[in-house]
């Protein structure tokens, strides 16, 4: 039977835990093909304040990967809006002329940041803070200049500036009322956050009307009505969000302000649905995320036609992200002549608490210095507890003198409290995933529960909750395990393939007990990794059990084209290599031709089913650009050409890639070669970086260009190429033996320490020896070029490349 078409306008944080709702629910009922502007798969984007102050990467906050879609059978199309919904003939059109029809449409668009408008707004370096985009470009900045003035004093504005604080930058913050956070907290708690703000080194300028953006091309200063003016490099606005709703409302759906839905989020038009910050329950578009999800899992329900009371609202909370404060409102936390107030204010430990109560019920609160009431009080106010008859001192009990709780708040808690507000998770539903699927992990309670997936802000309840169901004992034992699909940590299955002498990736799975049939997407690539390592002659590598970009062997851009990077050994090339690229490009219309910063031309935006026959006419190795392997080494001129140049870079560095080209490593490893200390190559920030000095090589390793920047360390110093190569053989061996798979060179040296990676692989052991045997017998055995062999392989051509029949014209 024909699928039911699913499409979705939006890849953000509501429109795809819809759709996880949905196929948890039924799977194999839709068609599903999603639409995203930006050009990323589905991230957290409160993890971006994380980002930006410096505790997670821009790979950490990634929710869905291209993995997930393509496991679910998804269609994405990323940095591909749509612009166009005809709801008469159920057809949408995006922005680069898809086409496509649907049988059931989710809108969840989300919002856009409010940009005041003011004189002098477009300026360079006036943005906002709502995608990776703007925290990339605040990181970029933060390299250039110093001064940083954030509009608006509500959560965002403070996150942004503790971000920015974090990156160096001199911090103002401008607020138009005299207390900052209004919408959450009252005047005591915001004076203590402004206090504590100000003792992290935020400057603020409180009642300030701001009236122009001065600059030239680049913003220099901000205005405001009074006068005054302060200097800036940069202006983050973040003054409130605007639903997006333009294409709905162009689209005749009825919205206000935001797309306006009822109790099953139906929009006014048929089979048309909202979910997220663009939809509107009941008069309210909410702007936080626990809302947004519960809408989606009335939405799954709906769709898949299973029961469902609908969605009937929400109470919301609100905690600042900001290491060193804890701040919590919720409900309705400002007196009224129907309300009293229940209050604690302790100057000395700098603790602030307030709860609301109307006709007996906690209706508000607001938590500064202590949130640890706060999910107590959250239940209250959404069981609606009477507590008339309650002891006042029980709704905010004292503490003990060195600050504990009477009671471990985790312990108190009732099994059907929420911990995980964000995801509405509670106590007895973590208790019982803990006990019966053996968590032992906040990570592991994460993946089996969501709880602590979207702000983090649970993550030490969960961990607390670890410790009273196992013993704390228990919980400190426990090491990582690779994913949720084991407990068995890394090196535990390395261990067990080696001493068994294991063969496929079931087998591993089988033997040890997984707890998944199929794996998932971490497992099974580290699986495959560990195996081909163990056996390199024996080993048939399992595709399927790859990385997307390293099963089409190409990288994967937002828009669902391709990149091709064809190998230039030590980034040389020749005119016969650049007329084939050139040909090449002009057959296949590739769009643009990029100079690497390896050194190498990449083809950009290369169709899939286009691949192989690129490959073919290009008759050039694959450059590895997308896999866990050796991926380029560059070079400088050397002393050919260079006049400070003391040794041949270039022909070092091609005997390096010709001698390792292929080989798989547990992360990527890219190289240099200098001539001499100049290092135009790069040399200091690769895994393995070579530098030529008078008479010898000097080698660095564990060096990171990336988002870790990590300079090499000095390795060893030799005389001769060869002995050059040797160590390089060992060292690059020990890691692919020793490290953890998707762990770079520059964590590994870390962990396990330069001094005694020098001892295992400089000192002349049998250990040594040994390196360097099997790293010629993982050589010997490197298959040949991918793409010469799917050139020559039609089966898995047509597996790989063929274009789906999709129910999409472009
Ligand atoms: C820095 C920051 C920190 C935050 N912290 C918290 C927090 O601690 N707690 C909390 O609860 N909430 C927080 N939020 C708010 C939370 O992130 C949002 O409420 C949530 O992301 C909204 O989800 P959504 O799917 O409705 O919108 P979004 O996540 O914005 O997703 C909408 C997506 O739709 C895309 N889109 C728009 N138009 C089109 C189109 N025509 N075609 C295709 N795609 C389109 C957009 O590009 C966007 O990617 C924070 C927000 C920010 C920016
Ligand atoms: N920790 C969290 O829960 C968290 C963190 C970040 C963002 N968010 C969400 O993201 C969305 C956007 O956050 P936001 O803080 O921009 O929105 P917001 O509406 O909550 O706050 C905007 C703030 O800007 C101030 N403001 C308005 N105009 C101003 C002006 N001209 N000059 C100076 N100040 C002015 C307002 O008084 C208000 O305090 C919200 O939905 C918010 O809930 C949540
Ligand atoms: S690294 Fe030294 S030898 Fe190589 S190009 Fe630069 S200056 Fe010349
Ligand atoms: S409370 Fe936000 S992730 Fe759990």
């Known amino acids: 039977m024909q699928k039911e ?4 306008i939006g890849n953000g944080m509501a429109g795809i835990r819809a759709i996880e709702e949905i196929l948890k629910r039924d799977p194999e009922r839709f068609e599903i093909t999603i639409f995203g502007e930006e050009p990323h798969p589905n991230y957290n984007r409160i993890a971006l304040s994380s980002v930006l102050q410096g505790d997670s990467s821009v790979e950490d906050i990634i929710l869905n990967d291209y993995d997930w879609y393509e496991k679910n059978g998804i269609t994405l199309y990323t940095g591909d809006p749509v612009v166009k919904v005809d709801k008469r003939r159920k057809k949408i059109e995006s922005k680069n002329g898809v086409v496509c029809h649907y049988d059931h449409l989710i809108f969840a668009t989300g919002s856009n940041p409010f940009m005041l408008p003011l004189p002098g707004a477009d300026k360079e370096g006036v943005i906002a803070f709502r995608d990776i985009k703007d925290c990339e470009t605040m990181v970029e900045t933060s390299k250039h200049y110093k001064k940083a003035v954030v509009i608006g004093g509500g959560l965002l504005g403070l996150e942004a500036a503790r971000g920015l604080l974090n990156l160096n930058m001199e911090t103002d913050v401008v607020h138009i009322f005299d207390y900052l956070m209004e919408r959450q907290l009252d005047a005591p708690a915001s004076d203590m956050l402004k206090r504590e703000l100000e003792a992290q080194g935020m400057r603020f300028h409180m009642n300030k009307h701001t009236e122009m953006i001065n600059g030239k091309e680049r913003v220099e200063g901000v205005t405001f009505k009074d006068g005054t003016f302060l200097e800036a490099d940069l202006v983050v606005m973040a003054v409130g969000i605007r639903p997006n709703i333009e294409l709905a409302s162009e689209a005749g759906l009825q919205t206000e302000r935001a797309i306006v839905v009822n109790d099953f989020m139906e929009t006014s038009a048929k089979d048309i649905y909202a979910v997220g910050e663009c939809a509107e329950h009941n008069g309210i578009a909410y702007g936080l995320v626990a809302p947004l999800y519960e809408q989606g899992s009335v939405l799954a329900d709906h769709l898949c036609n299973q029961e469902t009371e609908g969605y009937k609202g929400s109470l919301t909370y609100t905690k600042l992200k900001v290491s060193g404060v804890d701040v919590f409102s919720a409900g309705h936390f400002q007196d009224n002549e129907q309300t009293r107030a229940i209050r604690v204010h302790d100057e000395f430990e700098g603790i602030y608490k307030k709860v609301v109560v109307q006709d007996d019920t906690v209706v508000g609160a607001v938590l500064f210095g202590d949130t640890s009431d706060s999910p107590r009080l959250l239940d209250m106010m959404k069981k609606e507890q009477d507590i008339s008859g309650m002891n006042k001192a029980v709704i905010l009990p004292s503490e003990n003198a060195d600050g504990a709780s009477d009671e471990s708040s985790v312990v108190s808690m009732a099994a059907d409290e929420q911990i995980c507000d964000c995801n509405g998770v509670c106590k007895g539903e973590i208790v019982e995933a803990i006990r019966n ?12 529960t969501n709880a602590g997936r979207s702000c983090g802000g649970c993550k030490p309840l969960v961990s607390d909750l670890l410790s009273a169901t196992l013993g704390d004992e228990a919980v400190a034992s426990q090491k990582e395990p690779i994913c949720g699909c084991t407990d068995l940590s890394h090196d535990e299955v390395s261990e067990v393939i080696k001493d068994k002498q294991l063969s496929f990736t079931r087998e591993v799975m089988n033997v040890l007990g997984w707890e998944t049939e199929e794996g998932c997407s971490k497992c099974r690539p580290a699986i495959n990794y560990y195996l081909g390592l163990n056996q390199p002659e024996e080993y048939e590598d399992d595709y399927t059990s790859r990385f997307i970009n390293e099963r089409m062997h190409a990288n994967i851009q937002n828009d669902g084209t391709y990149s091709v990077v064809p190998r230039m050994y030590g980034g040389v090339t020749d005119p016969d290599q650049l007329r084939k690229i050139a040909d090449t490009a002009e057959k296949y219309d590739v769009p643009m031709l990029k100079v690497t910063g390896g050194q190498r031309i990449d083809m ?3 169709n899939k089913e286009d691949l192989p026959s690129v490959w073919e006419e290009l008759g050039m190795n694959s450059g590895y650009a997308y896999a866990k392997s050796i991926r380029t080494v560059k070079t400088c001129v050397g002393e050919d050409f260079c006049r400070f140049g003391t040794q041949d870079s270039i022909g070092m560095g091609i005997q390096i890639e010709k001698k390792y080209e292929r080989l798989n490593t547990p992360h990527k490893v890219k190289m240099a070669v200098s001539a001499c200390p ?3 190559a790069e040399s200091g920030i690769k895994d393995i970086g070579i530098v030529g000095v008078e008479g010898a090589w000097e080698m ?6 990336g988002v870790d920047l990590r300079g090499g360390d000095l ?26 798979y998707l762990e770079r060179t520059s964590h590994w040296v870390e962990r396990v320490g330069l001094d005694h990676i020098r001892s295992v692989v400089l000192d002349d052991t049998e250990k040594r020896k040994q390196l360097i045997e099997n790293m010629e017998k993982a050589l010997r055995a490197l298959p040949e070029d991918p793409w010469t062999e799917i050139s020559e392989n039609e089966a ?4 790989l490349f063929e274009k789906k029949q999709l129910e999409v014209v472009r």
């Open 5 to 8: 078409q699913l499409v979705l």
């Open 437 to 448: 699927d053996g968590l032992a992990t906040v990570a592991d309670v994460t993946k089996h």
């Open 604 to 606: 950009l935006g290369v």
């Open 678 to 680: 100049r290092n135009c």
């Open 700 to 705: 660095y390793v564990g060096g990171n260009g």
């Open 715 to 740: 390795f060893c110093k030799v005389e001769t190429g060869e002995e050059l190569l040797h160590h390089i053989s060992a060292f690059l061996q020990y890691y692919r033996e020793d490290a953890r």
């Open 796 to 799: 898995k051509q047509k597996e």
